[in-house]
């Protein structure tokens, strides 16, 4: 069978990062966080001391970290020259500079020719999932998906996984970082014109994954 190039995009909190790694690997497919890798270059950047609220100065050393993706759904690993960052990625002070570093367009370029890159060379196909891949990424996609769901479904998702975090504060913080990728010059977050919408609102994980694998199955 020829390499299957699915894309999942959608806001945070609606289960795209589990649904997207149970798929790929269910079905034997390369997995791509592509959030991870915004995440990357934004703690790079934190680290070097680069000023967030200065697009000019984040775009002159846009390309300078070396950023490294493994796409193995069961170990999906990230690095910055040879650092793993897979941990410090997840802090608050990462989510919170995130959506400023991933508007600029120097930023976005480089890291799209790296996710190009990944998914063309998938030797059995891959599951790219973020913000703009079905749109901007990959618009060849053999299968497009944008999941959503209630803000309250993605704030109770996000708490829960932040242990004890609490829950209005998520949602607002939330909500905040999808208004600003949803309304960024550069390739927003957005719903594909030939995407599939699934509401997971009421679903439960499994059920996605269950729904989805369908929808791959369909395309091979
Ligand atoms: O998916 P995750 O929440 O880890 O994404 C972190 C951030 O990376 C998003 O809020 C967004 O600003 C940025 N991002 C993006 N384009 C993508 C994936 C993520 O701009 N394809």
């Given at each position: ?6 894309a ?6 609606t ?6 790694k149970a798929?790929?690997?269910q079905?034997?497919?390369s ?11 934004t703690w790079?950047?934190?680290s ?8 000019t ?8 970290p070396?950023i490294?993706s ?10 910055v020259d ?14 919170s500079?995130v959506s400023a570093?991933?508007?600029?367009p ?5 890291i ?6 990944l998914?063309t ?6 599951v790219?999932?973020?913000r703009?891949?079905?749109t ?8 497009k998906i ?6 309250e ?6 708490s829960?996984e932040l ?5 209005n504060?998520?949602?607002e ?5 999808d208004?600003?990728?949803s309304?960024?010059?550069?390739s927003?977050?957005?719903?594909a ?7 997971t ?5 499994p ?10 199955e369909e395309k091979r």
């Amino acid at each position: 069978a020829k390499p299957v190039i699915v894309a999942i995009d959608g806001p945070s909190g609606t289960g795209k990062s589990s649904t997207s790694k149970a798929v790929a690997a269910q079905l034997g497919l390369s997995y791509l966080d592509t959030g991870a890798q915004y995440r990357a270059i934004t703690w790079w950047m934190v680290s070097n001391g680069i000023d967030i609220e200065d697009p000019t100065a984040i775009a002159a050393v846009a390309a300078k970290p070396e950023i490294i993706s493994g796409t193995d759904p069961a170990n999906p690993t990230i690095s910055v020259d040879g650092t793993d960052v897979a941990g410090p990625i997840r802090t608050q002070e990462v989510t919170s500079k995130v959506s400023a570093v991933s508007a600029v367009p120097e930023v976005r370029a480089r890291i799209t020719e790296l996710q190009r890159t990944l998914a063309t060379s998938a030797e059995y196909g891959i599951v790219v999932e973020g913000r703009d891949i079905g749109t901007t990424v990959l618009p060849d996609a053999d299968l497009k998906i944008f999941l959503t769901a209630s803000p309250e479904a993605r704030a109770a998702r996000r708490s829960g996984e932040l242990k004890g975090a609490d829950v209005n504060a998520t949602r607002e913080a939330l909500i905040k970082r999808d208004a600003a990728d949803s309304s960024r010059k550069t390739s927003p977050l957005a719903k594909a014109g030939d995407a599939v919408e699934v509401d997971t609102t009421a679903l439960t994980l499994p059920q996605v994954i269950e729904c989805v694998v369908t929808l791959v199955e369909e395309k091979r």
